[in-house]
């Protein structure tokens, strides 16, 4: 499982020309997952993201988690975290998990968020999204199981 973090003022998922989801100061995630990940993969990353102490306090310093500051998570389904890119020039996807499967463990990743005590919105799984976002920071953060300890 991979998660791209970006510590954001504001984002935004459009579909079809419609705004379907946004958030003020938060977390924009790109989330994708590979073959195999399941329910340990998923609680593992919850747990860091709900946790990651990347929010100023008064001093200035990077200690606050997202409940701290009463912040927000955008949610986005993203298997191209998974393009196999060393040979040729067009990427192979053959990496990204099943979508069927995929698809039920981008639903429980956002539930575990959401039990952590933070708000989550969505963008539609496999849906041709625009994302729009103002990076605060910039802070950019990658989690990917297959490095964590």
Same mark, same amino acid.
């Given at each position: 499982?991979?998660?791209?973090? %970006? ?8 579909v079809?020309?419609? %705004? ?20 340990? %993969? ?15 306090? #008064? ?20 298997? =191209?975290l ?10 192979s996807?053959?990496l990204?998990?099943?979508? =069927? ?6 639903? #429980? ?8 005590? =933070? ?14 976002l ?5 802070? =950019?953060?990658?989690?990917? #199981?297959?490095?964590l300890?």
């Open positions: 499982m991979r998660v791209v973090l %970006q510590r954001v003022s504001q984002a935004s998922v459009q079809a020309g419609q %705004q379907i989801a946004q958030i003020k100061q938060g977390f924009l995630l790109l989330v994708g997952f590979e073959e195999g990940d399941g329910q340990e %993969q998923l609680e593992r990353i919850a747990h860091k993201i709900s946790n990651v102490r990347v929010f100023s306090d #008064t001093a200035g310093k990077m200690n606050l988690s997202i409940k701290q500051v009463q912040g927000e998570i955008l949610s986005v389904s993203q298997f =191209t998974y393009a196999a890119l060393r040979k040729g020039n067009r990427p996807f053959t990204a998990q099943n979508p =069927t499967i995929a698809a039920q463990n981008y639903q #429980t990743f956002n539930q575990l968020l959401r039990a952590s005590g =933070t708000p989550v919105a969505e963008g539609i799984f496999g849906a041709e999204m625009k994302v729009s103002v990076n605060d920071g910039p802070v =950019t953060l990658v989690y990917d #199981t297959d490095q300890v």
